[in-house]
C-alpha cells in the first residue's frame, strides 16, 4: 500500500495568515493527489483534484502543488470558516489511502 | 444536484453483519466515468477507503477488509450496498457513500458524498 504522511497533525493560526499542509508518499504518484475539508459531523468536501487543480466553487486563495512524492497544500488569507481537518488521498494505485489528516485551529 | 443517502441500522452485535445501502438520486449509476465507493471513519480517526463498485459490475476492495467485506450494486434502483461481516467494536465507523471519478474520463477524486451513518457494534 501506498503510505501518505501529512504535515503537521495540526496547527493553529490566526486570521489573514497564510498556512501550508505538506503530504508525502512512500512511491512516486505523479499528480494522481486530492485534498479535502471536513468539518464536524460533515463529510469531506473535496477541494482540489489531482495535486493542483482548484474544484468549482473553492475559494481562489486555496492552492495545492507538488509532483511525484512530495505535495503541498496553501491556503491564504486564513478565514474563520477554514477551521477543519484537512485529508490528502492519492488514487495512483489500489488500495486508495489518505494521510491522516492535518486539523487546522483559527485562533 | 446529485445526491447520495445511506440508509441502514445504527446497531450491530459483535459477530454478525453490517449491511448498508446508499441511493442515489439526480443522475444515474450507469456512467463509465464514475466509481461508487464506501469509506468508514472511526470516531475522531481518519478515512478508510472500503471499495469500490462500476456500474459493469466489477468491483475493487480494500485488501485490509477483503475477507469481510462483500459490495453489489442495483443499478435498477439506483442503489449500491455495502455488508461487513462478523464485525467487532473496531468496525464502529461513521460509514460514507461516495461518487469517485476515474482519473481516466478527467480528473480523479471522490466529488460526491452521502452524509454519513453511523454504525456501533456492541452487543
Known amino acids: 500500500d501506498i503510505q501518505m504522511t501529512q504535515s503537521p497533525s495540526s496547527l493553529s493560526a490566526s486570521v489573514g495568515d497564510r498556512v501550508t499542509i505538506t503530504c508525502q508518499a512512500t512511491q512516486d504518484i505523479v499528480n494522481s493527489l486530492n485534498w479535502y475539508q471536513q468539518k464536524p459531523g460533515k463529510a469531506p468536501r473535496l477541494l482540489i483534484s489531482?495535486?493542483?487543480n482548484l474544484e468549482p466553487g473553492v475559494p481562489a486563495r486555496i492552492s495545492g502543488s507538488g509532483f511525484g512524492t512530495d505535495f503541498s497544500f496553501t491556503i491564504n488569507s486564513l478565514q474563520p470558516e477554514d477551521a477543519a481537518t484537512y485529508y490528502c488521498?492519492?488514487?495512483?494505485?489500489?488500495?486508495?489511502?489518505f494521510g491522516q489528516g492535518t486539523r487546522l485551529e483559527i485562533k | 444536484q446529485l445526491q447520495l443517502q445511506e440508509s441502514g441500522p445504527g446497531l450491530v452485535k459483535p459477530s454478525e453483519t453490517l449491511s448498508l445501502t446508499c441511493t442515489v438520486s439526480g443522475g444515474s449509476m450507469s456512467s463509465n466515468s464514475h466509481y461508487w465507493s464506501w469509506i468508514r471513519q472511526p470516531p475522531g480517526k481518519g478515512l478508510e477507503w472500503i471499495g469500490d463498485v462500476f456500474y459493469t459490475a466489477k468491483i475493487y476492495y480494500n485488501p485490509s477488509l477483503r475477507s469481510r467485506v462483500t459490495m453489489s450494486m442495483d443499478t435498477s434502483k439506483n442503489q449500491f450496498s455495502l455488508k461487513v461481516n462478523s464485525v467487532t467494536a473496531a468496525d464502529t465507523a461513521v460509514f460514507f457513500c461516495a461518487r469517485r471519478r476515474r482519473a481516466a474520463a478527467g480528473r480523479g477524486g471522490f466529488d460526491y458524498w452521502g452524509q454519513g451513518t453511523l454504525v456501533t457494534v456492541s452487543s
Open positions: 488521498q492519492q488514487y495512483d494505485d489500489l488500495p486508495i489511502t
Open positions: 489531482d495535486a493542483s
